[in-house]
Each structure stands twice: as C-alpha cells, then as structure tokens.
C-alpha cells in the first residue's frame, strides 16, 4: 500500500531522530561485534538514516537506506544518493546482497498481506538479518501489523533462517537504548552459513533476560485498562451535556461508542470524512465510522426539520 506524503510528515520523522541515534549508537557496535568483518549494510525502512549514519561512523562505508517515505532536508542524516524511494510491501530485488541487512519497527506499519514479501525481501538481501517489529499493544503512528516476536520467527524459520536471541541480553537493562529496540530486536542467520551461525552464537551473550512478561498477563491488564477508561468515560460528568449538545448525532452512534472524547472527535471530523479518510488511509474501520456517522447524521436532520 502506498501511502500520502502526509501520513509521514517531519514531526514523524524529527520525533524519531533522538532515540534512534542514541540506540543506534550503542547497539550498532554490537551488532558489528556479532558479524565480525561486515562491510555492507542495508537498512529496509531506514527512515531519517540515523541508524545508518551511526554504522557509517563505525567504518561502513558501503550502505544503503530504503523505504517508502524519505525526510527532506536536515532530518535525512545520511547523503540522499545512499536513499532509495521504494514500496516496502511489494517485493524487493537489488542484484546484489549486504554482509547486513536490518529492518527495524517497520513491518508493523505494512499490513499482514506483505508480511511474506517483506520477509522474502529480507532473506534476498543477506544471510544475516537484525529485525524487529512492534508486538500486539505497543502502539504508535500507522501500526497495521503488530506481532508477537514468535510469528517473525516462524516466518525466517520458514526461510531456513535460524533465530538468535543475541541482542536482548545486552540491550535489556541498558537505559540508553529504547525499550521497543530492546524488546524486539532479533537476529535471523541463514542455515546454509554454519561459519555465520557460529560466529553470531559465539559472540551472544550467555546471560538470559529474566525479566519479562508473558502475553497473555500483558493483555489482561492491557484489557482492564481499557474497560476502566470505558467506565469511567460513561460517568463523566460532561457525558450528559455531551448527550444533550449533540442529540441528533449520538442517535446515529453505534452502541458502542461510549468516549466522550471520541463522540467529540467523531463529531468534529465527521463533517470531513474523506480528508481524514487520506490521512488515516489504514484505520479503515474508524473512516468507515465517520462516514457512517456523517450519513446517519444528514438523515437525521432531515427527519428532524420535516417534523
């Protein structure tokens, strides 16, 4: 799917720029540590550049950067010669492969149709792979995708790529890094490199991460927290003059909808639902509302001023 230049504006790409450089700085050593002699990098939604502006700092000097938004100006941190504009949920063939190819909370905003191609795109490009993706209620801008880090792995294994745990370890309980970087970062070696396997094997570190959080406990509180934001929402106090401000439109509303905040915002936007439509393009069911809600709305008023 290809997207609106505003669905990934500057405020998108200047609100990455600081946490990806300070990651980028403290894990690309290791990733260079775990594939010793690497002298190629690709980085698939490679975004600002940052990440690869820091491999570049540690000696690489052959990049490239794809993705299907580039930042103008400043927030591109690497030459705009080494960025190559490209729909990353069709698939992909350079003629070439890196010692490293990376993609890192990409996937997520591709929807899951790509998730194959995006997965062939990846293993074209190297035998040694660094990925993550956003899991099932992290949230952020645009995300479509979200899985378990089990379903990535499945998909290499399906690849004959071998998953390695290698850098969480290392990453885990060091505050400089972003926590999702942290979370869900993995390394996929290709079995058909036993040298490589062996190398990034050695090099993992044989400290496991002890503190984690099993999905389904994660998604009880997650849910709680959701049910007690609804209830809370049906006994504010702006919820009865909401429903007096807006009558015609609440008749319209699906049972559902019991957030004053949404009503507002679904109020509010109702009245533009195409131009919200282009700059949501993947909330297909929250469009769909608005114009739902639009529709209901007109038919409403025109019930109300013939009677």
Request: proline share 4%; hydrophobic share 40%.
């Amino acid at each position: 799917m290809t997207l609106s230049n505003e669905t990934y504006d500057a405020k998108f790409f200047s609100d990455q720029v600081d946490g990806s450089s300070l990651s980028a700085s403290i894990m690309v050593p290791w990733i260079l540590d775990l594939r010793a002699g690497a002298s190629s990098v690709v980085d698939v939604g490679c975004g600002t550049g940052a990440w690869l502006a820091e491999y570049e700092r540690n000696g690489i000097e052959d990049y490239l950067g794809i993705d299907g938004h580039l930042p103008d100006g400043h927030l591109l941190k690497i030459p705009a010669c080494r960025a190559l504009k490209r729909n990353l949920a069709d698939p992909l063939d350079l003629g070439r492969r890196f010692d490293i190819a990376q993609s890192l909370e990409v996937a997520e905003h591709l929807s899951a149709s790509s998730s194959k191609a995006f997965v062939d795109t990846l293993v074209s490009l190297s035998d040694v792979i660094v990925f993550g993706a956003a899991i099932p209620g992290q949230g952020g801008t645009y995300h479509v995708n979200e899985q378990w880090q089990s379903y990535w792995w499945s998909r290499f294994e399906e690849r004959g790529y071998a998953g390695i745990d290698a850098l969480k370890n290392r990453a885990w309980y060091d505050s400089r890094v972003m926590w999702w970087y942290a979370q869900n970062t993995m390394v996929f070696v290709n079995r058909e490199r036993p040298d490589l396997l062996e190398q990034v094997r050695a090099k993992a570190s044989a400290r496991p991460v002890v503190d984690v959080v099993h999905p389904n406990c994660f998604r009880q509180y997650r849910d709680a927290l959701e049910n007690a934001h609804m209830s809370k929402a049906t006994h504010d106090p702006d919820y009865e003059e909401l429903l007096q401000e807006h009558r015609l439109l609440l008749q319209s509303l699906p049972r559902r909808f019991k957030d004053p905040g949404r009503i507002r915002r679904l109020y509010s936007e109702s009245k533009s639902w195409k131009r919200v439509m282009l700059r949501h393009p993947f909330k297909v069911a929250y469009w769909w509302d608005l114009y739902r809600v639009q529709r209901r709305r007109k038919r409403a008023e025109q019930a109300a001023l013939v009677n």
